[in-house]
């Protein structure tokens, strides 16, 4: 059914909101690159409510690394706040991509 691209048992989801000045400073476009960066596939996109939207999906270890840069100084704007939940990756995503 969906494309099987190796052993998938580290391979887990991010679902992550994050709270801050995170719109119209070139987040999603900056997590967008480090995602492809780091080999992982998803989407990023802003909220109404002024935050965004991060699903990502790949190896816990890059997962886990694009977590820690989007709660670091080297995410654009100001991050005040990541709320995660990591869930098994569902292999949903061909790319990672900016709405």
Do not use: C
């Not at 987040?27 to 080999?39: C, D, P, S, V």
């Not at 699903?55 to 709320?83: C, F, K, M, T």
């Amino acid at each position: 059914m969906g494309r099987h691209s190796g052993p998938t048992d580290s391979a887990v989801r991010l679902s992550a909101r994050v709270y801050g000045v995170v719109q119209g400073v070139g987040f999603r476009f900056r997590t967008m690159g480090k995602a492809e960066e780091l080999g992982l596939t998803g989407v990023v996109e802003n909220l109404a409510d002024g935050s965004v939207a991060v699903v990502a999906e790949g190896p816990e270890e890059q997962v886990s690394s694009l977590l820690d840069w989007l709660r670091s100084s080297h995410a654009p704007g100001r991050v005040e706040r990541v709320d995660p939940s990591f869930t098994a990756a569902e292999g949903t995503f061909g790319e990672f991509s900016a709405r």
